[in-house]
Protein backbone atom coordinates (compact mmCIF):
# COMPACT_ATOMS: atom_id res chain seq x y z
CA UNK A 1 0.00 0.00 0.00
CA UNK A 2 1.10 2.90 -0.71
CA UNK A 3 0.76 6.88 0.52
CA UNK A 4 -1.41 7.89 -2.51
CA UNK A 5 -3.85 4.66 -1.06
CA UNK A 6 -3.75 5.17 2.19
CA UNK A 7 -5.18 8.38 1.08
CA UNK A 8 -7.84 7.39 -0.95
CA UNK A 9 -8.49 4.25 1.64
CA UNK A 10 -9.60 6.76 4.17
CA UNK A 11 -11.15 9.52 1.63
CA UNK A 12 -13.70 5.98 0.87
CA UNK A 13 -14.32 5.19 4.23
CA UNK A 14 -15.05 8.62 5.39
CA UNK A 15 -17.34 10.22 2.91
CA UNK A 16 -17.19 13.48 4.94
CA UNK A 17 -13.92 14.05 3.93
CA UNK A 18 -12.81 15.24 0.59
CA UNK A 19 -9.79 14.31 -1.02
CA UNK A 20 -7.37 16.74 0.07
CA UNK A 21 -9.25 16.49 3.44
CA UNK A 22 -7.61 12.67 3.74
CA UNK A 23 -4.60 13.70 2.41
CA UNK A 24 -3.48 16.40 4.65
CA UNK A 25 -4.76 14.26 7.42
CA UNK A 26 -2.36 11.69 6.23
CA UNK A 27 0.27 14.20 5.82
CA UNK A 28 -0.06 15.29 9.68
CA UNK A 29 -0.31 12.09 10.94
CA UNK A 30 2.98 11.20 9.28
CA UNK A 31 4.85 14.37 9.65
CA UNK A 32 4.21 14.27 13.91
CA UNK A 33 5.50 10.33 13.93
CA UNK A 34 8.74 11.75 11.88
CA UNK A 35 9.28 14.55 14.09
CA UNK A 36 8.61 12.47 17.26
CA UNK A 37 11.01 9.50 16.29
CA UNK A 38 13.95 12.53 15.37
CA UNK A 39 13.39 14.07 18.60
CA UNK A 40 13.94 9.94 19.76
CA UNK A 41 10.41 9.21 20.92
CA UNK A 42 8.63 5.96 21.13
CA UNK A 43 5.55 5.44 19.33
CA UNK A 44 3.37 2.62 20.16
CA UNK A 45 -0.19 2.30 18.36
CA UNK A 46 -1.82 -0.47 20.31
CA UNK A 47 -3.07 -3.48 18.28
CA UNK A 48 -0.70 -2.38 15.25
CA UNK A 49 3.33 -1.84 16.68
CA UNK A 50 5.57 0.40 17.82
CA UNK A 51 8.33 2.32 16.22
CA UNK A 52 11.24 3.01 18.08
CA UNK A 53 15.43 4.27 17.57
CA UNK A 54 17.62 1.63 17.06
CA UNK A 55 21.11 2.67 17.82
CA UNK A 56 24.12 1.12 15.49
CA UNK A 57 27.48 1.23 17.26
CA UNK A 58 30.34 2.57 15.39
CA UNK A 59 32.33 -0.39 13.13
CA UNK A 60 35.16 -1.10 10.57
CA UNK A 61 34.05 -1.99 7.14
CA UNK A 62 35.53 -3.20 4.01
CA UNK A 63 35.13 -1.34 0.62
CA UNK A 64 34.36 -4.24 -1.53
CA UNK A 65 36.45 -3.26 -4.74
CA UNK A 66 39.43 -2.00 -2.78
CA UNK A 67 40.03 -4.27 0.04
CA UNK A 68 40.77 -0.99 2.00
CA UNK A 69 39.17 -0.80 5.61
CA UNK A 70 36.69 1.97 6.55
CA UNK A 71 35.26 3.50 9.33
CA UNK A 72 31.84 2.99 9.56
CA UNK A 73 29.75 6.00 12.26
CA UNK A 74 27.66 5.09 14.44
CA UNK A 75 24.02 5.22 13.10
CA UNK A 76 20.45 5.55 14.35
CA UNK A 77 18.03 3.90 12.39
CA UNK A 78 14.01 3.59 12.78
CA UNK A 79 12.63 0.23 13.99
CA UNK A 80 9.31 -1.26 13.73
CA UNK A 81 8.05 -3.95 15.87
CA UNK A 82 4.21 -5.13 15.24
CA UNK A 83 2.07 -5.82 17.83
CA UNK A 84 0.57 -9.43 19.02
CA UNK A 85 -2.56 -8.62 16.94
CA UNK A 86 -1.12 -7.79 13.89
CA UNK A 87 1.09 -10.82 14.06
CA UNK A 88 -1.53 -13.14 14.61
CA UNK A 89 -3.43 -11.68 11.96
CA UNK A 90 -0.78 -11.86 9.46
CA UNK A 91 -0.25 -15.10 10.51
CA UNK A 92 -4.05 -16.58 9.80
CA UNK A 93 -3.56 -15.01 6.42
CA UNK A 94 -0.41 -16.27 5.67
CA UNK A 95 -1.16 -19.80 4.47
CA UNK A 96 -4.17 -18.29 1.93
CA UNK A 97 -1.60 -16.01 0.48
CA UNK A 98 1.25 -19.12 -0.05
CA UNK A 99 -1.18 -21.22 -1.92
CA UNK A 100 -0.54 -22.05 -5.20
CA UNK A 101 -3.36 -22.39 -7.90
CA UNK A 102 -2.93 -25.78 -9.36
CA UNK A 103 -1.92 -26.18 -12.83
Known sequence: MTRSDLVEELAARFGQLTHRDAEFAV???LDAMSDALVRGHRIELR???TFSINRRPPRMGRNPRSG???AIPE???PHFK???ALREAVDARTPALLELPAK
Open 27 to 29: KTL
Open 47 to 49: GFG
Open 68 to 70: ESV
Open 75 to 77: KRV
Open 82 to 84: PGK
